[in-house]
């Protein structure tokens, strides 16, 4: 389902080329791979960052949500350049007031919500189990939403 929520997330080939690299790919796999707990325990939050960042860019390709499309390349950075969780934390930390004004100026449509509350499933997510079912629930949610912009709305 990871991998299927990759592609879903970013079908622009441009978007695809630039975010789906090897450790966003991979993310998933290795953390099923990783051996001593503390290893698991970082792989499990790149994976984490990857489903966080197909969300992110999935409401970014809703319409109009530019925190979301800042947000992308700050979890993908984390994911792909960080060696400990302490590495991701440090990136994140960077870019908390990001974070703060998406959720501030969440005026999202209901499509948009639900992203955002599998967005926050996620970072909540405290087993492999629970991020799986995020990722199943976002493939399934995916075909739903409408990435048609009405400019008779706007």
């Known amino acids: 389902m990871y991998t299927m929520l990759l592609h879903l997330a970013f079908p622009d080939p441009a978007d695809a080329a630039r975010f789906l690299t090897p450790p966003v790919r991979q993310a998933e796999a ?61 990136v994140m930390q960077r870019e908390a007031q990001l974070f703060d004004e998406l959720y501030h100026n969440l005026y999202v449509n209901e499509q948009g919500e639900q992203l955002f509350d599998l967005f926050a499933r996620t970072l909540d997510a405290d087993r492999p189990e629970l991020l799986a079912a995020v990722a199943a629930e976002a493939v399934a949610l995916v075909p739903q939403l409408n990435f048609e912009r009405d400019d008779e709305d706007e």
Do not use: Y
Request: no cysteine.
């Open 30 to 90: 290795a953390f099923r791979a990783a051996q001593p707990p503390a290893e698991q325990a970082f792989r499990f939050e790149q994976w984490r960052l990857g489903v966080g960042m197909s969300l992110l860019q999935l409401v970014a390709n809703l319409g109009d949500q530019p925190e979301s499309r800042q947000l992308v390349p700050v979890l993908h950075r984390a994911l792909s350049q960080s060696r400990s969780p302490q590495d991701i934390d440090r």
